[in-house]
């Protein structure tokens, strides 16, 4: 069973800024992409941003500018830096690990964005 341990969500207001932190095994870490996701109650679960094993990143369109992620291969964890949060922004947010078609997926954080 692989676990990806997620921490760093919490409530803020509008205008302000959150880091994620989910961390993996070694062996998964140095192997697969790692990425973010997000869920918000009654909608999809979308791709919020990804990082490859060579630090090449993609965002959302709606995060760009705002969110940067980022990782440390000496501690195995992926950051979601999150500045300049929206309400829309509120939703669970699930850690990702992927590799071709396997997946494995943290218990998800949520963050919550006041008006």
């Known amino acids: 069973q692989v676990q990806l341990v997620e921490s760093g969500g919490g409530l803020v207001q509008s205008g302000g800024s959150l880091r994620l932190s989910c961390a993996a095994p070694?062996?998964?870490?140095?192997?697969?992409?790692m990425g973010w996701y997000r869920q918000a109650p009654g909608k999809q679960r979308e791709m919020v941003a990804t990082?490859?094993?060579?630090?090449?990143?993609n965002y959302a369109d709606s995060v760009k500018g705002r969110f940067t992620i980022s990782r440390d291969n000496v501690k195995s964890t992926v950051y979601l830096q999150m500045n300049s949060l929206k309400p829309e922004d509120t939703a669970v947010y699930y850690c990702?690990?992927?590799?071709?078609?396997?997946?494995?997926w943290g218990q998800g954080t949520q963050v919550t964005v006041s008006a």
């Open positions: 990702n690990a992927q590799r071709w078609a396997l997946a494995f």
């Open positions: 990082i490859t094993t060579t630090s090449n990143t």
């Open positions: 070694g062996s998964i870490f140095s192997a697969y992409r």
